[in-house]
């Protein structure tokens, strides 16, 4: 599964672009038999116009970001499956619903930002779209998705959309990604660079420090266990903690980049510092989830009676580990924030840092790139970096000239491009995946 794939849309007009992805969202239910209606169609046509417009505007001089879901409150049921636990959704109703259109929503939106709430927007006997009202508890949805939880609580209504910046919107069926408009195209398939193809291989080589340290914790505490039942934990926790940094970075609307090398040569960085608690902090993660992972093995083996000891232990670290988890919060978002410096972040192997604002000191990118198509890069026709901004090309002259360095770069527009060089070519991947949206069965 080397690609995040998203269903292809048949032939439609490219001057408006919301169509397109009404036209993907439409297909897409349609394909799922929850809708049978064609008059759906316009309606969400007349929908995702109105986010794409309202995408543009701004409230208190601030960007607009908000969730929105199609929720039908006369058919489906107003509140979460409260038996699964008490993060489920419930569904609130305004007095009188409200007019759906750009200066409503964008109004809305100060009240309802995806990390806390959505809007609940359907059509009503006339086919009118409404504004009827909230649904609460996204922030444990939007944990999960951005690396934060390992818990999924269950989504409301047909389909979420949400506002990402201007002129991007994505559309999702719970934690399943139907398509991404970012102004005038929409992605069709998002690499997964971090668990397949070269770059994946790549960071497996670079997070075999923590398996070299991870082994001895588990040979000396506890013999029995195998480090190679732990290799893919140590490296999806490498690869999440790198995402939860990058998810971050986005959220500045400004772009950024992040260099990870061994050497600083080629560097000039301005606010050289060692940074290393974001290592340590994930080795603490690591060895706490192995611990609590051992004594609750220990617990379901227990048939009759649960040693209070046991259980002392098993509060305990499951308190670590949320502590533990908070502290590698605070140092991802230490880190993100220095990408609001200009210049580089560069991190080491091990996910220290050597500093920020940091700049290459020459852009002389190869004569050409090659931009692979999947997650794992094979041969296509090379192209020419001339098209691409300063950003990029003063990266793509480092990565051509330190081999096993990887550069990332995130465009104002949430764009994220990853490079590395492999076998004398420069590759570039687009349209990264970085949250942990999964991916859909239904291909159109």
């Known amino acids: 599964m080397p690609t995040f794939s998203i269903p292809k849309t048949g032939s439609v007009p490219k001057t408006n672009p919301p169509e397109i992805l009404a036209e993907r969202v439409y297909k897409y239910l349609k394909d799922k038999k929850v809708i049978r209606d064609r ?34 409150p006369e058919t489906e049921d107003l509140i979460g499956d409260e038996d699964d636990s008490q993060d489920h959704w419930s569904y609130t109703s305004f007095e009188e619903p409200l007019e759906f259109n750009e200066k409503t929503l964008v109004k809305l939106s100060k009240a309802a930002d995806p990390w806390s709430s959505s809007i609940a927007v359907y059509f009503n006997e006339k086919g009118e779209l409404l504004i009827y009202g909230l649904i ?54 998002f ?7 070269q770059i994946s291989e790549l960071i497996e080589e670079k997070s075999g420090t923590f398996v070299n340290i991870i082994g001895s914790f588990i040979a000396k505490r506890y013999p029995g266990l195998e480090i190679e039942d732990y290799m893919d934990f140590i490296h999806d926790v490498w690869r999440d903690s790198l995402s939860r940094i990058l998810i971050q970075i986005r959220k500045y609307n400004h772009g950024g980049a992040l260099l990870i090398t061994s050497k600083t040569d ?3 960085i301005n606010y050289p510092m060692q940074y290393i608690r974001l290592r340590g902090a994930i080795l603490r993660f690591i060895r706490t989830s192995i611990s609590l992972r051992q004594v609750e093995k220990q617990i379901s083996m227990s048939r009759d009676y649960i040693e209070r000891e046991l259980f002392d232990e098993l509060r305990s670290l499951e308190t670590k580990k949320q502590q533990v988890n908070n502290e590698l919060k605070g140092a991802i978002r230490f880190i993100a924030s220095q ?24 852009i002389d990118p190869p004569e050409f790139i090659h931009q692979a198509r999947g997650s794992k890069f094979s041969t296509t026709d090379p192209k020419r970096p001339k098209n691409f901004g300063t950003r990029h090309r003063s990266m793509m002259t480092y990565c051509s000239r330190h081999p096993g360095s990887i550069g990332i770069v995130i465009s ?13 070519k420069l590759v570039v991947w687009d349209n990264v995946k970085i949250q942990k949206y999964l991916r859909s069965k239904i291909i159109l």
């Open 412 to 424: 104002q527009d949430g764009e994220l491009r990853v490079m590395s060089q492999f076998d004398d």
């Open 191 to 197: 690499n997964d660079v971090w668990k397949y193809g």
């Open 266 to 268: 080629g560097l000039v």
């Open 39 to 72: 008059r759906m169609a316009t309606r969400l046509e007349h929908f995702f116009k109105t986010l794409y417009y309202a995408s543009m505007r701004t409230e208190e001089g601030q960007l607009i970001q908000v969730s929105v879901t199609f929720f039908d």
């Open 136 to 189: 609460d508890q996204a922030l444990h949805s939007q944990r999960f998705v951005n690396h934060e939880s390992e818990t999924q609580p269950k989504h409301a209504g047909l389909f979420q959309a949400s506002i990402q910046g201007i002129g991007i919107i994505a559309a999702t069926d719970g934690y399943k990604m139907i398509g991404v408009l970012r102004q005038d195209s929409l992605a069709r398939q």
């Open 339 to 362: 990408s609001c410096v200009d210049g580089l972040i560069v991190m080491k192997d091990n996910l220290s840092t050597f500093g920020f604002g940091a700049v290459i000191d020459k």
